[in-house]
């Protein structure tokens, strides 16, 4: 049965916006879609070396409606999600919200727009730098995501072979290990690649940054 509260919920959010997100084209996506995407990070037990990420991209050709909003008709009431300047956003995980018709609205046409989910590292909270041991326990750690998401194929899954780290094209890493220290620099969009390796797995070097990083994602790429 549907529920009157959440519909009308629904029909408030333009008004809510304003006059001016009231002109722009809008899309409701329901929870339930991208809640899959949360439960399969969320649930996993051994995650506390991971960090979610979840941004709004432009479609290829297309342009995004700037500032992005988004905002949520649950039954708690319609809450505003916060955006940062990359259009990154996180999601609140409400598991009970799938028992209802709860709504998420972007202020996008439904063509215009795509969700990017990544994982990656977490990262200091003092900004500090890391260790290659850091890097390895958080490439586990993906591997059993991947793992899990492959099931009975998980033997053909790919695995973790590249940190990237986002802390702007100026910026370098430097790794300080007993054999000396070494320098990677970011490439043009501004990534610094840290590979899976043995021989930087034997030396367990420690990583420090030119400048704050702002965002890590693993890949199963090199």
């Given amino acids: 049965m549907r529920n009157p509260v959440l519909a009308a919920l629904v029909l408030a959010l333009p008004l809510l916006a304003g006059p001016a997100i009231a002109q722009t084209a809008v899309h409701q996506v329901p929870y339930k879609e991208l809640f899959d995407q949360l439960d399969k990070f969320y649930s996993l037990k051994e995650r506390d070396r991971l960090s ?15 500032p992005v909003t988004i905002s949520i008709a649950s039954p708690d009431g319609v809450l505003d999600i916060p955006v940062d300047a990359d259009n990154a956003f996180q999601l609140p995980y409400q598991p009970d919200w799938l028992k209802t018709n709860t709504l998420v ?103 420090t940054f030119s400048k704050p990083p702002a965002y890590t994602a693993i890949s199963t790429k090199e």
Avoid: W
């Fill in 52 to 66: 979610l990420r979840t941004s709004i991209r432009a479609e290829d050709g297309k342009q995004l409606n700037l």
């Fill in 105 to 207: 609205q972007f202020n996008q046409s439904e063509k215009n727009y795509k969700i990017r989910v990544q994982v990656g590292m977490k990262l200091p909270a003092d900004g500090s730098g890391f260790t290659y041991a850091d890097v390895q326990a958080a490439f586990a750690q993906f591997d059993k995501l991947i793992g899990k998401e492959a099931g009975m194929l998980s033997f053909v899954a790919p695995s973790a072979q590249t940190l990237r780290v986002f802390c702007g094209v100026d910026c370098t890493a430097t790794l300080a290990g007993p054999s000396g220290s070494r320098q990677i620099k970011a490439d043009k969009d501004g990534r610094v690649m840290i590979a899976n390796d043995k021989k930087l797995r034997r030396e367990n070097p420690t990583i």
